[in-house]
């Protein structure tokens, strides 16, 4: 059974950087990508972007300009950084397992972290 | 980017209740879609790929149908667990879109 947990800093200031981790066990990390998606207290859900396990990535272009996702396929993990925060990046974040292809969809999530950013 | 409508944004239902779930693109995504479910507190789950394609694990009362900019979600039977919001995905071109979301209460 695939499992995605997030880590990292629950309290971020603004205008720093959001880090999150999100360690992959039970399956490999080669041949899917790799997604953050968020969703702002009481709101809805926006993709933020993949990586695929060959390092290749697509944002969103709402964050482009502030995000990285990167992957570490040897400790089978991948991670986001977002720079350059304000309190509208207060949010949980979710990392998430795609399949893209003939059929596309998240099949595995990550139970969630709360980022706050505040002072 | 492709904007996502659901409709309605919220309803009560009773316990074996039928329940259908609009969600609208504002183009064509064929058959790009998918529907995921959230409880309070825990991360979205997939139900339907592909428009109408059951996960593995699903209960058969859910079911998806749709194409090109109309497409619904339907629990034939209404349980005590469906209680939840749902929303609709679009993975026809990036960036992925989410729909608004449709909470389903208990009436």
């Known amino acids: 059974q695939v499992q995605l947990q997030e880590s990292g800093p629950r309290l971020v200031k603004p205008s720093e950087t959001l880090s999150l981790t999100c360690a992959v066990s039970?399956?490999?990390?080669?041949?899917?990508?790799w997604n953050w998606i968020r969703q702002p207290p009481g709101k809805g859900l926006e993709w933020i972007g993949y990586i695929y396990y060959s390092g290749s990535t697509n944002y969103n272009p709402s964050l482009k300009s502030r995000v990285t996702i990167s992957v570490d396929t040897s400790n089978n993990q991948f991670s986001l950084k977002l720079r350059s925060v304000t309190a509208a990046d207060t949010a949980v974040y979710y990392c998430a397992r795609g399949i893209f292809g003939v059929v596309s969809l998240f099949d595995y999530w990550g139970q969630g972290t709360l980022v706050t950013v505040s002072s | 980017a492709i904007q996502m409508t659901q409709s309605p944004s919220s309803l009560s239902a009773s316990i074996g209740d039928r329940v259908t779930i609009s969600c609208r693109a504002s183009?064509?995504?064929?058959?790009?879609l998918g529907w995921y479910q959230q409880k309070p507190g825990k991360a979205p789950k997939l139900l339907i790929y592909?428009?109408?394609s059951l996960q593995g694990g699903v209960p058969s009362r859910f079911s998806g149908r749709g194409s090109g900019t109309d497409f619904t979600l339907t629990i034939s039977s209404l349980q005590p667990e469906d209680f939840a919001t749902y929303y609709c995905?679009?993975?026809?071109?990036?960036?992925?879109?989410f729909g608004g979301g449709t909470k389903v209460e208990i009436k």
């Open positions: 995905l679009q993975d026809f071109n990036y960036p992925l879109t």
């Open positions: 592909a428009a109408s």
């Open positions: 183009q064509g995504i064929r058959n790009d």
């Open positions: 039970g399956g490999s990390i080669s041949s899917y990508y």
